[in-house]
């Protein structure tokens, strides 16, 4: 069964006049393999990024660290000047190691040369949205004072439209909206990881936009025999329906799965179009519980 609303339907981000589609595009998977060095194949790596905006998606998630620079130069060699209408967001806290290790880079210094960074190889005088990214392992509570200070410095030089967060708990995202305003925060969360539920909730009353990164598990992607039995009787694959039920769970949560594939891109985009029944969402509700 499928629904009339084309890629999840819109969210405009809190405060701005940035409007985009619920389902997006993540490209840390458009660099080798890690997220380390060129793609395999960069004229396939670019026909997906072609592909996503043949498809109407207007909101790339991006980060110079993937490659690092390597998804940032491809997306501007593909896709430069971009549409009036896409919606670029990248992060910054974290930097790569020598041994493809990701390293925390929160520093006054790091946190400039990395929007520096973004621009230059993204080829923008400003990006839409830049996300501060906590590097812990999962959310730990702290102060992030000294980091937003150096954002907002950085959004009084024009260099920085929007802020959101990355990685972060509700009581850090209490702490820095007493600093500004949060369009958006990105954490982990999935059918089965579901550890936000009241953060997401308490968002949506603020009409601020959640992302969750991981939506198909990761690096571990989802496995339940529940989740694949809905599948089945709709016809759809496993993860074409998890997709779905992140889309039906709050209408501020926006999808941004990854791949560097085509066909998994429109594999993604038409779960944008699924109707889950009741019983169905039932079952999958009762997954991480």
């Known amino acids: 069964m499928t629904n009339t609303d084309t890629l999840g339907g819109r969210f405009t981000f809190p405060g701005t006049s940035l409007t985009v589609h619920r389902m997006g595009y993540g490209a840390m998977q458009l660099a080798g393999p890690q997220v380390w060095g060129p793609p395999r194949d960069s004229e396939a790596a670019a026909s997906v990024l072609r592909e996503a905006m043949a498809l109407g998606i207007d909101h790339i998630d991006t980060s110079d660290a993937y490659g690092p620079h390597v998804t940032n ?65 999962t959310p730990t509570e702290g102060p992030l004072d000294q980091e937003l200070a150096v954002l907002l410095e950085l959004k009084r030089e024009g260099l920085v439209r929007h802020i959101g967060l990355s990685n972060v708990t509700a009581r850090q995202v209490e702490q820095a909206q007493a600093l500004t305003e949060i369009v958006c925060v990105q954490n982990h969360y999935n059918l089965a990881h579901r550890g936000d539920d009241a953060l997401i909730d308490a968002l949506a009353r603020q009409g601020i936009a959640y992302v969750p990164f991981f939506p198909l598990g990761g690096f571990t992607p989802l496995q339940s025999s529940t989740l694949t039995g809905v599948a089945n009787e709709l016809g759809a694959t496993p993860m074409q329906v998890a997709l779905a039920w992140l889309l039906h769970r709050s209408p501020n949560i926006l999808l941004i799965p990854g791949t560097s594939s085509v066909a998994h891109l429109r594999e993604n985009v038409a779960a944008a179009s699924l109707v889950l029944p009741a019983k169905g969402l039932a079952a999958l509700d009762g997954i991480a519980r």
């Open 73 to 137: 130069q491809l997306i501007r060699a593909t896709l430069h000047p971009y549409p009036k209408n896409v919606v670029i967001v990248s992060k910054v806290g974290g930097r790569r190691g020598e041994d493809k290790s990701w390293l925390p880079a929160l520093s006054p210094a790091e946190l400039r040369s990395g929007i520096q960074d973004n621009l230059r190889h993204l080829g923008l005088d400003a990006i839409d949205i830049v996300n501060l990214r906590m590097m812990s392992m």
